[in-house]
């Protein structure tokens, strides 16, 4: 399942625009996502892992959940990012429909001589309606296995495995 348009040469070519490509995966499922900027790429990664969970078609957006995530690198980041939306849909049930990053990038070195990567947003959605949401499965953890985020001529592109 591909998101709007997608890497050239089945993913070795440059992207042509932002966007996601679910993958198959032993026991788990892959997701690659990519954009201009590395928070375009991360919200193309929420999108996917919403499409694993319910139809965003089907998601209206009656309500917003703050999000926020800081990690000492980039990949860690995504993990962070990506657990808190499985964190949100298990915890308060709500499934979702978009994701906006308000703030992204790395702060500056603090007093230990180490920067941090962050991130701020928003998670659109609703709480489940059992009569309207069909919910495809259960993702349980996002993985490090094949972790995956850089930055490329073009733009960003990440790789990341959840466990099914």
Not at 54 to 61: A, D, F, N, T
Not at 79 to 103: K, M, P, S, T
Not at 147 to 154: G, K
Request: proline share 7%; hydrophobic share 45%; with cysteine.
């Amino acid at each position: 399942m591909t998101g709007k348009a997608g890497y050239e040469a089945g993913g070795a070519g440059e992207p042509t625009a932002a966007g996601f490509r679910l993958f198959a995966h032993t026991a788990d499922a892959g997701i690659e996502a990519w954009g201009r900027d590395p928070a375009t790429a991360f919200a193309g990664a929420a999108q996917a892992l919403f499409t694993m969970i319910c139809p965003p078609e089907s998601v209206e957006g009656r309500r917003q959940w703050p999000v926020e995530a800081r990690a000492p690198a980039p990949d860690l980041l995504l993990v962070d990012y990506l657990e808190e939306i499985i964190y949100l849909h298990e915890v308060e049930g709500a499934v979702f429909r978009e994701a906006r990053i308000d703030q992204m990038g790395r702060e500056p070195a603090g007093p230990g001589g180490r920067a941090a990567w962050f991130l701020r947003g928003v998670l659109v959605g609703e709480p489940v309606d059992k009569n309207r949401h069909v919910i495809h499965g259960h993702v349980k953890a996002v993985t490090l296995h094949d972790l995956l985020v850089e930055e490329r001529p073009a733009g960003w592109y990440l790789r990341v495995i959840v466990d099914l």
